[in-house]
């Protein structure tokens, strides 16, 4: 009798068949679709495998909360896959157990399968077995064992100890046999120890694996005739998609032997039930039948089919239920015959499915640890935060908002819906993919600093500003001068004191000089370059071109300016990417290579950190960290101090500029606070003052590994329950993941805030601003507002005297980078600290211009700027053009004086006169401090 029912899966049931559901995830149980699936599909049991898990654990957000509560407590990969696959197979156990108890234990089981990588090891699937069913400890739980060779005499031994067994993997009739003699004979051995005979077990036997193999090899026999072999060509062709079915019912047919003989009625007088046999792989690989041909073929007494989610979906909507295992049993061995007379070795066959099962589930159950251990990584890489709770609700909005997915699908939108910002930002991502695109051009460097190597050059200098300047400067103070590479020198400065500094270090001879803009026009290294290539023409003639390179975006006046003047190299950029996300690009990579560094693995780290950042997920460490410091700053904590490892702390320096020049705008800002605390990665601030800092603070502590240097501060920050967030990097090559991952993490706080993160509407206004001064002093030979934006000395503690909680004050330092200068303004900052109660920040000028420049002007009014300057005692001539170094720092000085002002900006302007150190004493004598003040001197000249 054929019946097309309203619910096929339910109806299956009025023959002795039953539904369990091959697949499991945490959502399912959660979302409360099992029990609907129960009430609904008629569906009685569960099984998992480790194909189920990896999809489940790797490819959904379900467990990654319990994955990182499991990180934190220090859980290894092996301990958090058991945790996360025990704690699901005990849910939908409890689920499923009262089936169990209707049916008094025929169905209501879920399945969880021994380690695949066992399957060739009786003694160690015995004593996983026996561990996973007593860790469980649910009466309706099934384990899974392989039915190899092997696993044989284990499945004898569970069923004879009271483990419920599901075996696994069965595809001929011989093992299969093999199988359901081993459960009697536990059952047999159970019985002669007195014990119940209450112990489950399913023989789950593979079928459409079988025409799969099948029907490949009769297309290949059928490929291998003449086309003129019509006959034999159709006797092949149908016996396609007959091989599975017919071995099936051919199995059926001792099934039903079996558990008539006598042997096993003996053992059912005692309470023995049949070990049913279990329908798997009933799924429809081949599109040419149809999606539910492998169930409604096999509907039987004492059976069981599980069925995956589509093909159940499938049968319930048109499936045709009959008792079919008993149709067909002739045709069914007909059908062997038939294959093993057209030469189609079925012996082969199922050893190398059973082969191809084990080999595929362990594979997959590797797979299944590696991407747990990406996730672990991505939770160590996430860091510890504590004290953050009121920030975590932007994390899971963010989750919800598929927010990671949008910004790599570079959904423009994601940030702004205004015309002129998306078309800026849809010419700003090519950030995220850089890194991926850079591994390919690790050889060209290396080549590159081989040839400079062999042509005798010692030194390289960056002539940069902003972006172009602040990573390379990051990794030359990290890891300093490198067996194979030049002597890395930066400026970004145009104070001429400086500038003289440096060219004293410097043999022209043995100098390469890196001329790095994006745009091709930034001012100041068009005088950098002038400069240089001025005295390079002098030194070296017609020579002097190839020790100029440039970097620089496609049709920009540098790259056409590199051409005109016989260049050694231009290096372009992508276009697609601003210059504070540029540090994983040629401008960060170019000098790094020629340093000496590994560039290939500073480059695999960045690519590791995208990938972990990829996810919708709060183990995401670029959302997670961008999502917190969006939502601490919506929360009044928008001071973001940071503390650093010595040997990195001028990492603080490129987080600056990403995080301020990003955020900083319409009002509002991250305000990023580094060495306000430290002082070349040192404390400088004791534990016990941790509690009258200000409260508008977040602190993030970036350490490596090995380093303990700022423990003490931090666990005081932690005790005192202060905003924390602790980031680990195993060596200073992580500094390629961190790049990244504050790139990431910046577009995120952006989107938090309310801001465009790629733009810097301020940015121009000081560069404008300094023009029309040097335009007025080339015609008058003075800036009309040299005197009036002069404030006395007296003044300043007046001027301190505004700050307010929620303030912080910037030092704007027109001055020299030089080791004295550096202790003594730190001494400044600290008396600042302690006098306001607020945060501050120190910049050097100009090169603060190009980073929290935007932010003092854009962001919110809650900036007191400290402007110093000085009178340098050489002018410093810059060849070609009317003015010198001196002029363009003093006009940059005060064009950003009169920016800030026109903004409502609270800035005084100290002159320190010619004497930069005794004018720095002055200041230091009006806070109320001294130039013997405790600072540790460590620090090395800037240039």
């Known amino acids: 009798m054929n019946e097309q029912n309203h619910n096929p899966t339910v109806a299956v049931q009025r023959y002795g068949q039953s539904l369990w559901y091959d697949n499991i995830q945490r959502s399912l149980i959660t979302s409360g679709e099992l029990q609907t699936l129960i009430d609904e599909y008629g569906v009685l049991g569960l099984t998992s495998n480790p194909t189920i898990f990896e999809r489940a654990i790797t490819t959904t957000t379900d467990y990654d909360e319990a994955i990182a509560r499991l990180v934190q407590q220090g859980a290894d990969t092996q301990t958090i896959y058991e945790a996360l696959a025990i704690a699901d197979i005990q849910a939908a156990a409890d689920v499923l157990e009262p089936i169990f108890e209707q049916t008094n234990g025929v169905d209501g089981y879920v399945s969880l399968e021994v380690s695949p990588l066992l399957a060739h090891d009786t003694e160690g699937t015995v004593r996983e077995a026996q561990r996973l069913f007593q860790a469980v400890g649910r009466k309706n739980l099934m384990i899974k064992v392989p039915a190899t060779r092997e696993g044989l005499p284990a499945i004898q031994r569970l069923i004879a100890e009271g483990v419920n067994v599901n075996v696994t993997l069965i595809f001929s009739l011989e093992r299969y046999e093999a199988v359901a003699r081993a459960y009697l004979a536990g059952l047999k051995e159970r019985l002669a120890q007195g014990k119940p005979l209450d112990v489950a077990s399913v023989a789950s036997f593979f079928v459409s694996r079988v025409d799969t193999l099948v029907d490949k090899q009769l297309d290949e026999k059928i490929a291998a005739l003449p086309e003129s072999a019509t006959e034999e060509r159709a006797r092949l062709q149908a016996l396609k998609g007959k091989a599975a079915i017919a071995n099936a019912k051919l199995a059926y047919a001792i099934f039903e032997r079996l558990f008539n003989e006598p042997e096993f009625r003996e053992l059912a007088a005692h309470g023995a039930r049949p070990q049913r046999l279990l329908w798997a792989s009933t799924s429809t690989k081949n599109p040419a039948y149809k999606d539910t041909y492998y169930v409604e073929a096999l509907i039987g007494k004492d059976t069981v089919n599980t069925v995956p989610p589509a093909t159940l979906k499938a049968f319930r909507d048109h499936g045709v239920v009959a008792p079919t295992l008993h149709e067909g049993l002739d045709e069914a061995r007909r059908v062997m015959a038939e294959l093993e007379a057209v030469g189609i070795n079925m012996a082969a066959v199922m050893e190398k499915l059973e082969a191809d099962g084990v080999r595929l589930f362990a594979e997959s159950f590797e797979s299944l640890f590696k991407g747990i251990e990406q996730r672990r990584a991505a939770v160590l890489a996430r860091g510890e935060a504590s004290g953050i709770n009121s920030a975590l609700g932007y994390v899971e909005e963010l989750v919800k908002m598929h927010a990671a997915s949008r910004i790599w699908q570079r959904d423009v939108q994601f940030w702004t819906s205004e015309p002129d910002h998306i078309k800026i930002i849809a010419n700003r991502l090519g950030w995220l993919s850089v890194a991926e695109t850079m591994l390919g051009k690790v050889g060209e460097l290396v080549a590159f600093r081989d040839e400079l190597l062999a042509r005798g050059l010692t030194d390289a200098v960056v002539l940069g500003m902003g972006g172009s300047s602040l990573a390379p400067d990051v990794l030359r103070a990290t890891f300093g001068a490198q067996e194979r590479g030049l002597r890395i020198h930066v400026l970004d400065t145009t104070d001429p004191t400086t500038v003289r500094l440096l060219e004293q270090q410097l043999d022209l001879s043995k100098t390469l000089f890196i001329v790095a803009s994006k745009s091709g026009g930034t001012l100041e290294v068009n005088a950098f370059y002038k400069y240089f290539r001025a005295k390079a023409d002098e030194q070296l003639g017609e020579a002097a071109g190839t020790h100029f390179v440039a970097i620089t975006d496609e049709g920009t006046s540098l790259e056409q300016l590199a051409q005109e003047e016989k260049f050694l190299r231009t290096f372009i950029n992508p276009s ?365 000249k800037r240039a």
């Not at 991250?670 to 602190?699: N, Q």
Request: contains cysteine.
């Open 576 to 940: 697609d990417i601003g210059g504070r996300y540029s540090a994983l690009s040629y401008f960060g990579l170019v000098p790094a290579a020629l340093q000496g560094l590994d560039v290939e693995r500073l480059l695999r780290r960045g690519v590791q950190m995208m990938q972990w950042c990829k996810p919708d997920s709060a183990i995401n460490p670029g959302l997670y960290l961008g999502a917190i410091l969006g939502g601490m700053a919506l929360n009044g904590r928008d001071k973001v101090t940071f503390i650093l490892s010595p040997q990195i702390y001028t990492f603080g320096y490129w987080l600056e500029q990403l995080l301020a020049e990003s955020t900083g705008k319409r009002e509002r800002g991250i305000v990023p606070v580094e060495s306000d605390l430290t002082y070349k990665g040192h404390p400088v601030v004791a534990p016990e003052a941790v509690p009258m800092l200000s409260e508008d603070r977040l602190f993030v502590y970036i350490r490596l590994a090995d380093d303990h240097t700022n423990d003490a501060l931090v666990d005081a920050i932690r005790r005192a329950g202060r905003p924390l967030i602790v980031l680990t990097l195993n060596d200073a090559y992580d500094l390629g993941a961190e790049f990244f991952r504050w790139e990431f993490a910046t577009a995120v706080a952006g989107m938090v805030i309310g801001v465009d993160p790629f733009d810097e509407p301020n940015v121009t206004e000081s560069k404008i601003n300094t023009r029309r001064l040097l335009d007025g002093y080339e015609k008058t030979g003075a800036f009309e507002n040299e005197q009036t934006s002069r404030s006395p000395m007296a003044q300043l503690n007046k001027f301190l005297r505004q700050a307010q909680p929620g303030d912080y004050v910037a030092i704007q330092a027109y001055l020299p980078y030089t080791e004295s200068v550096a202790d003594m303004l730190a001494q400044i900052r600290a008396r600042i600290r302690e006098r306001t109660g607020v945060p501050v920040t120190l910049g050097y000028g100009p090169r603060f211009l190009h980073s929290t420049g935007q932010l003092h002007k854009g962001g919110a009014n809650n900036v007191l700027a400290l402007q110093l300057t000085y009178d340098p005692s050489e002018e410093t001539l810059i060849a070609g053009e009317p003015f010198s170094f001196a002029t363009i720092i003093r006009a940059q000085a005060l064009g950003d004086f009169e920016s800030l002002q026109a903004h409502g900006r609270r800035v005084m302007r100290l002159h320190l006169g010619r004497d930069v150190e005794a004018g720095l004493q002055k200041v230091l004598r009006a806070l109320g401090g001294t130039s013997s003040a405790s600072t540790p001197r460590r620090r090395r």
